[in-house]
């Protein structure tokens, strides 16, 4: 399974943005949860909101009532809207999907991460 985000740009403080991520290549396998993490400047990578296939979602402190994590089954894709963005949003956002890995003997989860996308925000 390859992950393809898209969406990232240069936003104003208080604007949205959206991005997006695709997975494309499962063949037989399934995805599972789905993720964005963020890597800011001189941060560690977090956590900022997670879906399951069920679409039950879980945000960062930092970014609930902000943020909308939502997803397409249909599509393998997975959609971050971005409310009210701040200056300390910035940072690379990469998605992130576990993977269920199924073969005749066995199946098992593997996590398979994008490549990131940058979203800076200016005051």
């Known amino acids: 399974v390859q992950l393809v985000e898209s969406g990232g740009a240069l936003v104003q403080s208080g604007g949205s943005l959206g991005l997006s991520c695709s997975a494309s290549g499962r063949g037989s396998d399934s995805i599972n949860a789905m993720a964005w993490y963020r890597r800011a400047p001189g941060k560690q990578r977090e956590l900022v909101a997670q879906i399951t296939t069920g679409s039950s979602t879980n945000y960062a402190d930092s970014v609930k009532g902000r943020f909308t994590i939502s997803r397409d089954n249909a599509k393998d894709t997975v959609y971050l809207q971005m409310n009210s963005l701040k200056p300390e949003d910035t940072a690379v956002y990469y998605c992130?999907?576990?993977?269920?890995?199924?073969?005749?003997?066995?199946?098992?989860?593997?996590?398979?991460w994008g490549q990131g996308t940058l979203v800076t925000v200016f005051a």
């Open positions: 992130n999907a576990v993977v269920r890995v199924i073969t005749i003997e066995t199946s098992r989860d593997v996590e398979v």
